[in-house]
């Protein structure tokens, strides 16, 4: 098994490009069983493969060939396998194998339903690169290429300018964090020598001090890829506006996988981190903030992907706290969890939205409870997990990266009380969601109940969102060991009791409507507020100021070519001449004649005047 | 040697008028028949005052140069009455500023 792991990114890989090629001429049937069985088939290989690992624990390392050798920098198409890399492709092929076959009914009118298998086969092939690399050079190649996967469906309806704007958005703004990234493996090359992750981390720890400044500047520049990919501040304006994608590919893609990229990618490298404490704080900040910013937001909006999008904003935000505090593994396996349970709440939303003719809006919706059973009870324990109810799978996540993040010198105690904060918001506004949209007086009808195909995927991911939380992810080799050490019992506690109230406070406001915030709401401060995080913090406005409006003013600017314009002079004078003199070419002979005369007369007379001075 | 002697200056002249009255016809003739009838009497203006010259310093040259004009002058004539008769065979007219394109 070992020497055929090339084989789990090879399989969708043949299959999206099977798609590509004889999409048109495939029959829908058969391009639901390619698209789906490709995946499947990777999951099985990772399942056998996750077996053996269990068995002996043993890392594998296969060089496939040398992509390129210049000047001492030879980057492999190779692999490396740990219990890090077990964990992700488990989810990337697991969860992504449950998105496939959810997707065949979901869309199944769409005519270009070849076209989107083959996307996301592509996509499965280069996420599983991106976690499979053993190097930064090809880590960075999946990264770019479930970039462009996610563009593509972003996009998928392009036939809307709206999508296709939003695919710009998301491609753009990831850019940004990319060229950072680019930068960082540039500066990490030039002073180590290597892109191979582990040399270039027993190297980093043999040249350089813990604190010193290279180190901190390269992971810095990490973090930016990792900002941009996953959707944190300030570079996380692209995820809501994503949500323009067919509803699988948002489960898949900016939920489950790509999203956490970044969380991966720090984690990978945890290395280096460890020797840069600055950056470490850093990505705890940036972590904590998100987390808070995307919680408030996703407290007032309508639109049910876009409560999602924020709330897994939010979540990637924890993950970053547990890596900043140097929870590696509690990170790891919140991805994990989240992408159960984030997973199982967009594909319930996507039916959802399928079965009551695309509507988004969860002021619409109401009463589904008993029209739609599968996608209720998904949605109960998606939140459940999600507001990290006791004994769900979020909660054993969340609850270790709070713990740990108590433990931390200094601002422990504080990034604990704010990672509270934002627990009790997350299940305060998941459970605004699940009161609203399935109980009370019912405002649309749905047409129809899911079929099988959507609700096999639902029941399997209610499961592990259930019982996720007991999984032992394999990363102890992986990672450092933590100290062990527990905090009081009351943070403990304490912990524990707070999404309970948040839930609480959910049912009081938005089923029995015993606690009336409607005067709240509608005062002026409330309104304020609530029309500010319902903007997302009015970033979107701020950065549509201070970089698009510019940025198309210039672009205007330019369209005139006013460099060109210079040159323009110097043909438009040449063209007024060449007007002037070419009325003289009248082909009258006799005017010729005159003028030859005339300028004759002329010549000699001037002549003969300057002769007189000479002679 | 004696018999007339003319001074140069009158014979410059009568060239330059020759010149002048040729040139003036090249100009306000319309005819193509009396343009070529004015350039004729304009190098017949140039040959007489190299001839005269040639007279005046004792040289040959004047004579020879005639000699080259005058050759050159039937040359003229002969293709200048060759375009002529294209002249109206394809505008029927001898008329120069009918025909003021090129092509016909």
Request: glycine share 10%.
């Amino acid at each position: 098994m070992s020497e055929t792991i090339w084989l789990i990114p090879l399989i969708p890989l043949l299959s999206s490009v099977t798609l590509m090629l004889f999409g048109s001429r495939l029959k829908v049937s058969q391009i639901g069983i390619l698209g789906v069985a490709s995946v499947g088939i990777a999951a099985l290989l990772t399942l056998l493969l996750a077996v053996e690992f269990m068995q002996n624990q043993q890392v594998i390392q296969l060089s496939l060939w040398t992509w390129m050798e210049v000047a001492g920098f030879a980057p492999g198409i190779s692999f490396y396998f740990d219990g890090l890399t077990l964990v992700m492709m488990s989810v990337i092929t697991g969860v992504g194998f449950l998105i496939h076959l959810f997707s065949t009914e979901f869309m199944e009118k769409d005519p270009s339903y070849a076209r989107y298998f083959a996307y996301l086969n592509m996509f499965v092939a280069a996420m599983l690169v991106l976690v499979m690399a053993d190097n930064l050079l090809l880590l960075y190649l999946g990264w770019e290429g479930v970039g462009v996967c996610s563009y593509l469906l972003v996009g998928f309806w392009y036939q809307h300018n709206a999508n296709g704007h939003a695919a710009r958005k998301a491609f753009i703004v990831t850019r940004i964090g990319d060229t950072a990234m680019a930068l960082g493996l540039l500066l990490l090359f030039t002073q180590l020598g290597t892109l191979d992750i582990q040399t270039m981390v027993g190297e980093a720890n043999r040249t350089w001090q813990v604190g010193a400044t290279i180190p901190t500047i390269a992971c810095l520049l990490l973090v930016c890829g990792a900002v941009g990919k996953s959707a944190q501040l300030p570079l996380h304006t692209w995820l809501p506006d994503a949500m323009a994608g067919p509803t699988p590919v948002s489960a898949l893609i900016h939920a489950a996988t790509m999203v956490t990229a970044g969380v991966y990618l720090i984690a990978r490298t945890h290395g280096l981190f460890l020797l840069a404490p600055t950056a470490m704080t850093a990505v705890a900040i940036i972590g904590i903030t998100t987390s808070l910013m995307a919680a408030f937001t996703a407290l007032m909006q309508t639109d049910i992907k876009r409560i999602l999008a924020y709330s897994t904003i939010s979540q990637i935000g924890y993950m970053f706290l547990a890596l900043g505090v140097g929870a590696w593994s509690a990170g790891i396996f919140h991805l994990m969890t989240h992408a159960f349970f984030k997973a199982l709440l967009f594909l319930g939303s996507g039916a959802i939205i399928h079965c009551l003719h695309h509507e988004h809006n969860i002021f619409k919706m109401g009463g589904l409870r008993t029209r739609m059973p599968v996608t209720f009870w998904s949605f109960m324990i998606g939140s459940a997990a999600l507001a990290a109810l006791p004994m769900t799978s979020g909660f054993f996540s969340k609850d270790q990266i709070l713990l740990q993040a108590y433990q931390l010198p200094d601002i422990g105690p504080g990034l604990w009380m704010a990672g509270l904060l934002g627990a009790l918001l997350t299940a305060i506004y998941s459970f605004r969601l699940v009161f609203v949209v399935f109980f009370g007086k019912a405002n649309t009808e749905p047409d129809k109940d899911t079929g099988w195909r959507m609700a096999v995927p639902l029941s399997v991911l209610c499961l592990l969102a259930m019982i996720g939380g007991w999984f032992m992810i394999p990363v102890s080799e992986v990672f450092p060991a933590s100290d062990g050490s527990h905090p009081a019992h009351w943070v403990e506690y304490v912990s524990i009791s707070v999404p309970i109230v948040g839930v609480l406070i959910a049912y009081l406001i938005f089923y029995s409507g015993r606690l009336n915030i409607d005067g709240l709401v509608s005062s002026t401060l409330g309104r304020r507020l609530g029309q500010f995080w319902l903007s997302g913090w009015g970033i979107d406005w701020f950065y549509d100021r201070l970089f698009v409006k510019p940025y198309y003013g210039l672009a205007n600017v330019l369209k005139s070519e006013p460099i060109d314009a210079i040159y323009g002079l110097i043909v438009a004078i040449n063209q007024t001449f060449n007007h002037w003199l070419s009325v003289a070419q009248s082909g009258r002979m006799r005017w010729y004649l005159a003028s030859m005369v005339a300028g004759l007369i002329l010549v000699i007379t001037v002549a003969a005047n300057l002769s007189v001075g000479v002679l | 040697m004696d018999g007339l002697n003319i001074p140069l200056n009158h014979i410059l002249l009568v060239s330059s008028l020759l010149f002048s009255i040729g040139m003036l016809g090249l100009m306000i003739r319309r005819n193509i028949i009396f343009i070529l009838m004015s350039l004729e009497v304009m190098l017949n203006a140039a040959a007489l005052a190299f001839v005269a010259a040639g007279a005046h310093w004792g040289q040959p040259d004047g004579q020879i140069v005639f000699m080259l004009i005058l050759t050159v002058a039937a040359a003229e004539v002969a293709v200048g009455l060759g375009l002529v008769l294209q002249v109206q065979k394809r505008f029927k007219t001898l008329d120069m500023d009918h025909a003021n394109r090129m092509q016909g």
